[in-house]
């Protein structure tokens, strides 16, 4: 698996869909498995890195409607959740009692005001609403191999590890340090390194790029995965539009035999 991230949601359902069809479980990771993608190692009975092998913390990155838009663009701007949590904790310790009452309770009003005239409630409140569900679907990866009554404790610790004790979305996190967190990391020997490498270079070279300059108002084909196995190759291949406001709009897909 190489990956920088994706849809926190489908983690689990691919464990869940490959779980249907084996025994044993395993996640080989060359270079880079991210946050979505350590998720989806997290399912795993064992997770076979190489040195170059990262994992990666599973706070998510979220987009809303709401979220302010940056001049120009076209889409609302990415928050990291992480960001937001640690801004309304610094409000609240803030204000609190007990704080250190650097700020006047009207100088306090004025900073919540000015955070819900960049950031809408709703917004705020998806954006907590997906920090729950990441540490959720962390722990449901975890209880496909792991006793989810058993061993609660350690699930509990490894997730909220994952998700809260990294201060960067953008962490390496090693297999050294996989282990010591306590996931099921094994070295890969010098013969799966070499492989895993070579696997590596033969998929990075397959197109699942949108073209560059696609013409706007007008559909397009592209690649959006490939799907090996011992019996059958096969591809998927979108069909896609350009709006003239520059989004890219996918239409429709079907997987083909190649």
């Known amino acids: 698996m190489f990956t920088y991230g994706g849809d926190i949601e489908i983690p689990l359902r691919i464990v869940n869909l490959v779980r249907e069809f084996c025994d044993k479980f395993s996640v080989l990771i060359p270079y880079s498995a ?3 993608g350590t998720l989806l190692a ?6 076979v890195m190489t040195p170059l092998g990262v994992l990666g913390p599973i706070d998510p ?3 809303h409607p709401l979220l302010p838009t940056r001049a120009g663009a076209q889409q609302a701007e990415p928050i990291s959740v992480q960001d937001m949590r640690h801004a309304m904790k610094f409000i609240t310790e803030t204000a609190a009692p007990s704080g250190n009452h650097i700020y006047t309770p009207e100088a306090m009003a004025q900073i919540v005001i ?3 005239d960049k950031i809408h409630p709703l917004a705020i409140g998806a954006i907590e609403q997906s920090y729950a569900l990441a540490k959720l679907i962390g722990i449901k990866c975890l209880s496909t191999h792991m006793d989810s009554i058993q061993e609660k404790d350690k699930i509990e610790r490894i997730v909220n590890t994952l998700c809260d004790d990294y201060k960067s979305h953008s962490f390496q ?5 996989a282990k010591d967190i306590g996931l099921k990391v094994v070295d890969a020997n010098i013969a ?3 492989a895993l490498m070579n696997i590596l270079k033969f998929y990075t070279t397959r197109n699942i790029t949108i073209p560059t300059n696609p013409i706007a108002g007008q559909n397009f084909k592209t690649n959006i995965a490939w799907l090996d196995s011992i019996s059958m190759q096969m591809h998927c291949e979108a069909d896609m539009k350009k709006e003239q406001n520059g989004q890219i709009i996918p239409l429709s897909d079907k997987w083909l035999l190649y």
């Open 42 to 47: 997290m399912g795993a009975d064992e997770i």
């Open 192 to 194: 799966e390194d070499v």
């Open 114 to 116: 000015a955070l819900f």
């Open 34 to 36: 991210y946050s979505a």
């Open 61 to 63: 990155t979220r987009t």
């Open 173 to 177: 996190i090693s297999r050294k340090e």
